[in-house]
Nanobody, 131 residues
Framework: QVQLVESGGGSVQAGGSLRLSCDVS????????MGWFRQVPGKEREGVAT???????????SVKGRFTISSVVSVGYGKKILYLEMNSLKPEDTAMYYC?????????????????????WGQGTQVTVSS
C-alpha cells in the first residue's frame, strides 16, 4: 500500500520560508504525478504544485515565483522523496498542506490540479503564516 507522510510545516512570519517534505513508500508504478495541495477549513482543496513523469512541473498562479517543487528523488525500492520549497510566504498561504501521488499514464489532470485521480494522499502538515 502506497503511503505518504508529510513533514516540515510550522509557523512563520510573512516573508519567511519553509520546506515541506513528502516521504513516499511502496510506490512501484512506472509513471507518476506527485504534488502538493492545500486546504483551508470551509474551502475546497486547491492545487499548489505538481510534477509528472509525463508532463513536467505545474504551479498555481498564486505561488509562481515563490514556491518550488523538487524533482522526485528515488531513495530506495519503492521509496521516494518530494519537497516543496516555499519562500516569501504570505498570510494567505496559511493552510493544511497535503502531498498526493498517483500513476499518470494519460490526460491533463496532473497539470490541471484535478484532485480526483490522485490515488494516494498524506495526512497533511499545517503551515501558518502570520502578518
Amino acid at each position: 500500500q502506497v503511503q505518504l507522510v508529510e513533514s516540515g510545516g510550522g509557523s512563520v512570519q510573512a516573508g519567511g520560508s519553509l520546506r515541506l517534505s513528502c516521504d513516499v513508500s511502496e510506490y512501484h508504478f512506472s509513471s507518476y504525478c506527485m504534488g502538493w495541495f492545500r486546504q483551508v477549513p470551509g474551502k475546497e482543496r486547491e492545487g499548489v504544485a505538481t510534477i509528472s513523469s509525463r508532463a513536467g512541473i505545474s504551479y498555481a498562479d498564486s505561488v509562481k515565483g515563490r514556491f518550488t517543487i523538487s524533482s522526485v528523488v528515488s531513495v530506495g525500492y519503492g521509496k521516494k522523496i518530494l519537497y516543496l520549497e516555499m519562500n516569501s510566504l504570505k498570510p494567505e498561504d496559511t493552510a493544511m498542506y497535503y502531498c498526493a501521488a498517483g500513476p499518470h499514464y494519460s490526460g491533463s489532470w496532473c497539470s490541471d490540479f484535478t484532485a480526483g485521480p490522485f490515488g494516494y494522499w498524506g495526512q497533511g502538515t499545517q503551515v501558518t503564516v502570520s502578518s
